[in-house]
């Protein structure tokens, strides 16, 4: 089992308020968040982008080791995740995350390929963490 860990500060209330996010690693370090950088352009992170990155680089991961399990070598992903935050009710909820993949993998055909694809974006473990619809528009490119 494997734990990792990220924080969250909030001060202020609402539209008004200021937060920070860091993780584990260091990678995010006291990382601005607040209302401008989630519903608008402010420069700072949002929920909403880190499960895109997570997402994103969850399934990019996933494929790329099942390729390898089906005996392919060599090859490049480049995976887009865009993640799509909608009022809910009194709320938001996230309801898609629509992925977009370009792959380059000497040796397979397009339905090997579009199986493996399909496989790793379901068994993702943040594909199956998510309640909202996930799609994948998968490219393959000679």
Known sequence: MTIRTATA??????????????????????????FTT?????PGTNPEE?????HA???TMALSFALAGAGYE????????????????????????????TARVPGIDQA??????????????ISKLMNAEITLDATLEG
């Not at 001060?11 to 607040?34: F, H, I, M, N, P």
């Not at 090997?112 to 473990?125: L, N, R, S, T, V």
Request: hydrophobic residues 35%; aromatic residues 8%.
């Open 9 to 34: 500060h909030y001060e202020g209330l609402g539209k008004t308020g200021k937060g920070r996010v860091s993780t584990q690693s260091g990678v995010l370090q006291d990382q601005a968040y607040d």
């Open 38 to 42: 989630r519903f608008g352009e402010e």
């Open 50 to 54: 880190l499960i895109a990155a997570a």
């Open 57 to 59: 680089s969850c399934f």
């Open 74 to 101: 060599e090859g490049t992903l480049d995976t887009r995740a865009a993640v799509t935050l909608e009022k809910d009710g009194d709320g938001f909820k996230v309801s898609r995350s629509a992925l977009t993949l």
């Open 112 to 125: 090997e390929f579009d199986q493996i694809a399909a496989g790793a974006k379901a068994g993702c473990p």
